[in-house]
């Protein structure tokens, strides 16, 4: 009689619903914290459970080391939390026969926290036996069917009749409570899940397109973007992250980003939601749709649809579409009225949005050149077309064409009304960048970049950038650091911050950041020209010289080591072999295409030719720079030589020239300007002018003013010094050359800088430093070319003292 009693209750009787939790091939079942793989238990510590539970509760969400800490180790418990932590997520991975290197269940997010990667899935009903082992064994329905028919017949009383009534009362009671809160907790997760918060990060899939018109691949994707990176509320992911993400998880980063594949890149990069499009056709109508998805869940967090009816109404009605899933993901009335400026005022026509579009994809794969023709495409057929003409100026700054980047960069300037408030912040701070010069505008532009997009790595960038040419390093740190926070898939922003450090002299955090973009299979020549950088103040010649030869060959890129590797030889007095290496990277600037470039080497190399007393060369020098390019840059140098080598006349036509093109240019005006009339004072002998025309250029004199010689003030401030005699403050600005070898790195003036100390400590009545500083200098120029007519002054020099 119990036997068949407990075979009763057990078939028969109410079961308490266990929370069990599947993902891949194991099960976990939270009340027992027990853990299975494919049925057979697994033995897990308490804690490694407990931060596993939470893990499956907060599927594809971050759980902070924070909250982690409060749940396992509360305020009144003493202990070592970090190392217990990481004891316990280790214990947690050997469970789950996983690695911190390649997860594919627990990911660690560094400085935060840990999140799982796979789906988990709540089923509903008792947990599977194999998690209990208090359970009633399993018995055979005919083993069950047997011990019933084996019982004796009898009548049932009134009371056992009232009991099962009860019980079955308490059955339908429980089970009707148990459905309500299983609806109730459906629903509060739905509401929860429908907003988006400000922190959340949203991947772009491609659109659906089933009308089987070619126009719309990839087109509407791009508008989509254009239309959701407006906002400040919604954070989608950019192409680098998602293309690096695909990388890491052994795909093609051109691979379709379909649904499955958005999905999982959105978990893998700790994202939110996906956002998927769609367009199909409705007799002769379009209709556009959109939909939000949560990552982890798949849940539908924010959907709707509209018709078009014609093609060209398309990219309207899709900005209708976007407007209403923003506010239906949570974003908010003001923001929307303020920040919804629709995709078809920057452009109407498809066709001109889909070669913008490829153009974008292009200079992901390929890069800046090969993308030109696409963005000159989309101008063609819509002369209106502001971020096409942004697009085409950054491409030619970057390929180092000035006056064609000033040129578009100019046009779309003027159509910044036709852009939302994001690209106007764009547009805005590189016309001011690269056209106008004015560093005060271009900074508040940033500024206000930075406030209203807080997120946004390319404010950041922007802002550190005019920090460095400012020479405000430490405040450059800072915007530069946020912005590889924000994109830590961008060589350029860990170039950029690398650029800091070494003008910091702090060459070990310079370091660490290249390798740690190395790490992440990061390149590109802002990396190497860095790698350079830092192996020359280490003295590595062998790692200098590997840097060069990677860049043998390539277009656009070899002729900036090899002009980085002439300054070297320079530096050490080997004249000879730095023209060579010069010449080299002038005809590799032209075969490329990109003679302005070419002129900036050419007038580099004719700026070595003055230092070191070689007039007649640095003049033939200027005639061949001015014969490839005259840009500002290019005249800016051109007048240096010409004024330090006492051409007057040829310096004040440059000088006015320049005064009259770029009045608002914040370095030209304050930096370049005063420099150059400086020089022309100084060899005219009046020094005391001079010093007054440099007063304007000390704030700036510290910046990375241009493409060659930083701290030219300094250096022509002592100069001036030392032709009023006055050796003691021509000495100070020699040494602050000499105190910022990060700054100077291997340009010419730091080596001369030890020579001209040495004529101030003699001329201040201090041979012994003196002899010293013609000491080190000399060392420096052991294997110089002896017939550098400044290295035989030096010497001459040296003798007599």
């Known amino acids: 009689m119990m036997r068949s009693k407990a075979v009763w209750g057990g078939l028969m009787g109410p079961t308490a619903q266990r929370r069990i939790a599947r993902f891949g091939v194991y099960e976990a079942d939270l009340d027992t914290r027990q853990l299975a793989k494919s049925g057979l238990r697994i033995r897990v510590q308490d804690q490694p459970f407990q931060i596993l539970a939470l893990l499956l509760e907060r599927q594809g969400q971050v759980v902070t080391r924070e909250e982690l800490k409060e749940k396992l180790w509360p305020g009144d418990t003493f202990v070592e939390f970090d190392a217990g932590l990481n004891t316990a997520i280790k214990k947690l991975r050997a469970a789950l026969s996983d690695s911190a290197d390649n997860p594919r269940f627990v990911e660690t997010i560094p400085r935060r926290g840990y999140r799982l990667l796979v789906p988990v899935d709540f089923p509903a009903g008792p947990a599977p036996s194999d998690f209990s082992p208090n359970s009633p064994p399993t018995v055979p329905s005919s083993a069950v069917d047997k011990v019933v028919l084996d019982l004796p017949a009898r009548p049932r009383m009134a009371a056992e009749q009232k009991g099962l009534q009860r019980r079955w009362l308490w059955v339908v009671t429980t089970g009707v409570v148990l459905v309500g809160f299983a609806l109730y907790q459906a629903y509060v997760r739905r509401d929860s899940a429908v907003k988006l918060s400000e922190k959340d990060t949203i991947v772009l899939a491609d659109f659906m397109n089933t009308t089987g018109d070619a126009v719309f691949d990839g087109t509407l994707k791009q508008a989509l973007a254009v239309d959701l990176e407006q906002s400040p509320f919604l954070n989608v992911a950019s192409d680098l992250q998602i293309s690096e993400t695909l990388h890491l998880m052994g795909r093609s980063p051109s691979e379709p980003l379909t649904r499955e594949v958005a999905r999982e890149v959105c978990l893998r990069m700790g994202s939110k939601a996906i956002m998927i499009g769609s367009i199909a056709t409705l007799g002769s109508h379009y209709v556009v749709g959109l939909e939000a998805l949560g990552c982890a869940g798949g849940d539908t967090l924010a959907k709707d649809q509209a018709e078009s009816a014609n093609k060209e109404g398309v990219l309207k009605t899709l900005g209708g579409v976007v407007s209403r899933v923003r506010s239906k993901a949570g974003e908010s009335l003001s923001s929307l009225e303020k920040y919804d400026f629709p995709a078809d005022t920057t452009t109407k026509s ?61 046009k779309a300037y003027s159509l910044r009304d036709r852009v939302s408030v994001r690209e106007r912040y764009r547009i805005t701070t590189m016309y001011h960048s690269e056209v106008t010069g004015d560093l005060e505008e271009e900074e508040a532009a940033c500024k206000l970049w930075t406030e209203v997009y807080p997120r946004d790595p390319a404010a950041r960038e922007g802002l550190g950038a005019v920090y460095v040419i400012l020479g405000q390093y430490d405040r450059a740190r800072l915007e530069l650091q946020e912005a590889l926070r924000l994109s830590p898939e961008s060589a350029i922003n860990y170039g950029n911050l690398a650029v800091v450090y070494i003008s910091l002299d702090r060459l070990d955090d310079a370091k660490a950041v290249l390798d740690k973009a190395q790490a992440r299979g990061l390149d590109g020549i802002i990396i190497h020209e860095n790698l350079y950088s830092f192996s020359f103040l280490r003295g590595d010649v062998a790692e200098m010289e590997r840097q060069v030869a990677w860049a043998a060959g390539k277009v656009g890129v070899e002729d900036q080591l090899l002009t980085q590797h002439s300054d070297t030889e320079a530096y050490h007095g080997r004249l000879r072999k730095a023209r060579d290496l010069s010449r080299r990277a002038v005809e590799s600037a032209v075969r490329g295409g990109d003679k302005e470039t070419a002129a900036m080497w050419e007038i580099n190399a004719a700026l070595r030719e003055l230092e070191i007393g070689n007039l ?17 840059d290019v005249k800016t140098l051109a007048a240096l030589v010409l004024a330090r080598g006492n051409d007057t006349v040829r310096a004040k036509e440059l000088i006015a020239e320049l005064e009259k093109g770029d009045a608002s240019n914040t370095l030209l005006k304050a930096y370049w300007i005063p420099t150059l009339k400086a020089s022309l004072e100084v060899h005219s002998g009046n020094p005391r002018a001079a010093l007054s025309l440099l007063q304007a250029a000390a704030p700036y004199e510290m910046g990375e003013a241009a493409y060659v010689s930083n701290m030219y003030p300094a250096y022509e401030r002592g100069q001036a010094y030392l032709l009023a005699h006055d050796g003691s403050a021509a000495a100070g600005e020699f040494k602050k050359l000499l105190d910022h070898p990060g700054i100077v790195q291997n340009d010419i003036l730091g080596a001369l800088s030890r020579l001209q100390l040495a004529r101030a400590e003699v001329m201040a009545g201090d041979k012994l430093a003196a002899k010293k500083q013609y000491s080190d200098f000399l060392s420096l120029w052991k294997d110089a070319d002896p017939e550098v007519p400044v290295l035989q002054e030096a010497k001459a020099e040296y003798g007599k003292l």
Not at 358 to 379: C, D, H, L, M, Y
Not at 616 to 632: C, D, E, I, N, Y
């Open 350 to 410: 498809l066709e001109a949005l889909k070669a913008y579009s490829i153009g974008e994809r292009t200079v992901r794969e390929k890069g800046e050149a090969e993308s030109i023709p696409f963005f000159q495409n989309a101008i063609q057929l819509d002369p209106d077309f502001a971020i096409a003409y942004a697009a085409l100026g950054g491409n030619y700054y970057i390929l180092g064409e000035g006056a064609r980047a000033e040129e578009y960069l100019t």
């Open 616 to 632: 007649s060369l640095a003049r033939q020098g200027v005639r061949a720079t001015l014969s490839l390019a005259s840009s500002r």
